[in-house]
């Protein structure tokens, strides 16, 4: 079976320092891969999709970037972040085939 | 504006009652449509999936519904428990592959009480 896995679960950072959260896929080959925030009372904003290793769209522009360096891995990074970056952080996955997206447990990021 | 809109944005009912929320969605073709459940600061875990063809399909005391001609669905809870307290999301899979691909409501926000 596929499993979603994303870490860290909660984290806190100062204003200026810089980001890295990680998301990996198991079980499944090529997935659509998907970042997502969630700030608080608002629904989920697509931030980045990929659809292949190396290849990045990204949805809104922001202090954010995301790579794919493997066909399962996917990571969000900032080089310094901003208050407005705190907020709920999805990973997601989903195969070509239009079934939905399977999501990983989030990473409550407050920048302070 | 947003491809997807549910209402009520929020509700609370009291535990055993139950209780309806609307998805309506202005995509059309889509593959599928899903009612997700999002507990506080978890990821949204699929509670059911329905394709453009289906009308209905139940997951124990969820039962939710679609209407193909009038571009909307519902999800109904039945004697609702206190662990149903969560926000409940409607997402749109688009059928074209590779692009943006789902387009999610903003989410209905249910809270049980005793």
């Known amino acids: 079976s596929q499993t979603i896995h994303q870490w860290p679960a909660t984290l806190v950072q100062p204003v200026g320092s810089p980001l890295s959260l990680e998301c990996t896929v198991e079980g499944t080959s090529n997935p659509n891969l998907y970042w997502y925030r969630q700030a608080a009372g608002r629904g989920l904003q697509l931030l980045f999709y990929?659809?292949?290793?190396?290849?990045i769209s990204s949805e809104v522009p922001q202090n954010l970037s995301a790579s794919r360096p493997q066909d399962r891995q996917f990571i969000l990074s900032s080089k310094k972040l901003l208050l407005s970056d705190s907020g709920f952080y999805l990973c997601?996955?989903?195969?070509?085939?239009?079934?939905?997206?399977?999501f990983g447990q989030g990473t409550r990021l407050t920048v302070v | 504006k947003n491809q997807v809109e549910q209402s009520p944005q929020s509700l609370i009912i009291l535990e055993g009652k139950n209780c309806t929320l609307q998805?309506?969605?202005?995509?059309?073709?889509?593959?599928?449509l899903r009612w997700y459940k999002q507990d506080t600061g978890r990821g949204p875990v699929s509670l059911t999936i329905?394709?453009?063809?289906?009308n209905t399909k139940s997951n124990g005391r969820y039962t939710a519904t679609l209407d193909a001609d009038t571009k909307q669905s519902s999800l109904h809870i039945t004697a609702s428990q206190l662990s149903d307290s969560a926000s409940y999301i409607c997402?749109?899979?688009?059928?074209?592959?590779?692009?943006?691909?789902?387009?999610f409501g903003k989410g209905n926000q249910v809270v049980v009480i005793p």
């Open positions: 997402v749109v899979s688009l059928p074209y592959y590779g692009n943006n691909r789902l387009a």
């Open positions: 990929s659809v292949g290793i190396g290849q």
């Open positions: 998805c309506n969605y202005t995509v059309s073709p889509f593959s599928n």
């Open positions: 997601a996955w989903s195969l070509g085939t239009g079934d939905g997206a399977f």
């Open positions: 329905m394709t453009f063809s289906e």
